[in-house]
């Protein structure tokens, strides 16, 4: 069997929902189990839902929005049978009891942002159905068991892969039309896994039923040595070594989740990224292989901070005040992109959520002088050529800069 995933752009409205089932009747040889995010922006939007509500303020005039978006689409593919217009109203009905309710932040969250999905899949499978298809739509939180760290839940292998395996059964019969990002708890309650995480979806039901191959469609043509908009020469890999795939979404490469390549590589799956409007080309495989010069890649990543902490009592920066300072990243669950230390400073960039970051620069505070600089952006050119080393190092407006034998790192101000 086989896992196609379709994200947010591919669902977005009639026209891109008819081109996913063309998708499916056109490529899928054997069975298949298919991953949907929500349509368009509608995760965004959500989001937006639950901060207003949590304000106390008007939530209802976007989800109005966001109703009339879904039911226009459902109008338009032609699925207006009450019955299933009861089913999502209803969906809408429990985003205004949740977004309502009183409570942790992350856990209204999780139960309100999840319905994207459930709405996106109730809609794909209800029109692949409705064109004939052999269609079975299922519930991925009784399958994708997690803990109860919402927004960011923690998958249980042991319970998923368990719980999946029914579905070997179900699939011989049927496609399976079901939900990325999302997971439920022992509780019976909804998580999500992080955003854009449905990706990680389809890796996990993948690893759990030895699938021959995951399919990520997406809006561009394969994985690409740097985002296309931002530099329109970059151009197409063919195929990717799995450690590679992996190491470019570590540095902020979009194009895949981070946590996808992991459990395909485990279990040797291949991942093919390959183009929704245009399925004919062959995009990128990532799979077990060695490719001898890969092209200069590049990566950029905005809304960075670079945080120096400066010891004050004349000794050198040691290894007591690293732990403190690593200790206090941990505590506040903070990434470091990129660190260099000098005599009396130590400096890091990080990820500039400001809340998050704010209360970081506090807690540092008590021990160090703290300088820090926001709106920046971390640029990695990784497998580096003379040419892409020459351009990149001369940057203007640079504020740290690193360079090993593969991969070069510059932070510059945004100009
Ligand atoms: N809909 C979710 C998001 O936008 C998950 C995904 O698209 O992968 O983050
Ligand atoms: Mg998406």
Known sequence: MKVFKFGGASVKNASTIQNVAAIIKEYADEPLLVVVSAMGKTTNAL???????????????????????????????????????????????????????????????DQVVSTGEILSSLLLGKYLKSKGFAAEWLDARNYIRTDETYREGKVNWEKTREAVQPLKEILKQKIVVTQGFIGGTENKTTTTLGREGSDYTAAIFASCLQAKSVTIWKDVPGVMSADPKRLPNAIVFDELPYQEAAEMTYYGASVIHPKTIKPLANENIPLLVKNFDNPALPGTIIHACKVEKLPPLIVFKDNQCLISCKVTDYSFVNEHQMSTIFETLSQHDVRINVMQNSAITFSFCVDFRDQKILKLIESLSKSFEVYYNTGLTLITVKNYDAATFAEYISKPGVMLEQSSRTTLQVLVRNS
């Open 47 to 109: 989001e937006q839902v639950v901060a207003l509500a949590h304000q106390k303020k008007d939530f209802q005039h976007t989800l109005e929005e966001i109703k009339l978006y879904h039911l226009q689409v459902i109008e338009n593919l032609d699925l207006t049978d009450p019955s299933f217009l009861k089913t999502i109203v209803a969906q809408f009905q429990e985003i205004e009891k949740n977004a309502s309710a009183t409570g942790d932040y992350d856990f209204i969250y």
